[in-house]
T-cell receptor, first 113, second 115 residues
């Protein structure tokens, strides 16, 4: 299967700090998604990106679809305690016959009040 | 009430036992998926189904089987469980629409431990 590498694997930050994480692949993707998983819950979609170079915001979250189509970035500004969780990127290649997304390995975020 | 439900939420079983995990959805979606999540590996697709008569293998289908009993129900079976199938299992659904992507909605997960 496709390998999506996320970095960093984990982050410990102070409340109020900004957060940056990224996702890279050896393959080109046509759609990039970012999900957040709260403890004990399933992932929930945060942001979807469809075009290379696209920059999309959702409140304090901003995500970008890399120009090479092999990477994506997620930034969280002014972090708060409820930002704690695991963040996953996911990519889709339209050449697939189905709706299959490949998920990254996840970035675990801890916010220290 | 949750749109995507999974039962059981937790299960401990022994090697060699047959296990079934169930997923139900009230979203009216036609597509359903089973993933497993392992620490450091993210989510990997096991099987997916686009409608009641359609079943497709995902990235890691060996050792698993599925049944789409109805549009709203998709079950995952482990015929003979082994310890390396210990993981968190997620069901997801999506809607076939004309959007550029079809957002997947995830259930709360089933934590399975095989001793």
């Amino acid at each position: 299967g496709q390998q999506l590498n996320q970095s960093p694997q984990s982050m410990f930050i102070q409340e109020g700090e900004d957060v940056s994480m990224n996702c890279t692949s050896s393959s080109i993707f046509n759609t990039w998604l970012w999900y957040k998983q709260d403890p004990g819950e399933g992932p929930v979609l945060l942001i979807a990106l469809y075009k290379a170079g696209e920059l999309t915001s959702n409140g304090r979250l901003t995500a970008q679809f890399g120009i090479t189509r092999k990477d994506s970035f997620l930034n969280i500004s002014a972090s708060i305690p409820s930002d704690v969780g695991i963040y996953f990127c996911a990519g889709q290649q339209l050449e697939n016959t189905g709706n299959q997304f490949y998920f990254g390995t996840g970035t675990s975020l801890t916010v220290i009040p | 009430d949750a749109d995507v439900t999974q039962t059981p939420r937790n299960r401990i079983t022994k090697t060699g036992k047959r296990i079934m995990l169930e997923c139900s959805q009230t979203k009216g979606h036609d597509r359903m998926y089973w993933y497993r999540q392992d620490p450091g590996l993210g989510l990997r697709l096991i099987y997916y189904s686009f409608d009641v008569k359609d079943i497709n293998k995902g990235e890691i289908s060996d050792g698993y089987s599925v049944s789409r009993q109805a549009q709203a129900k998709f079950s995952l079976s482990l015929e003979s469980a082994i310890p390396n199938q210990t993981a968190l299992y997620f069901c997801a659904t999506s809607d076939h629409s004309g959007r550029p992507y079809n957002e997947q909605f995830f259930g709360p997960g089933t934590r399975l431990t095989v001793l």
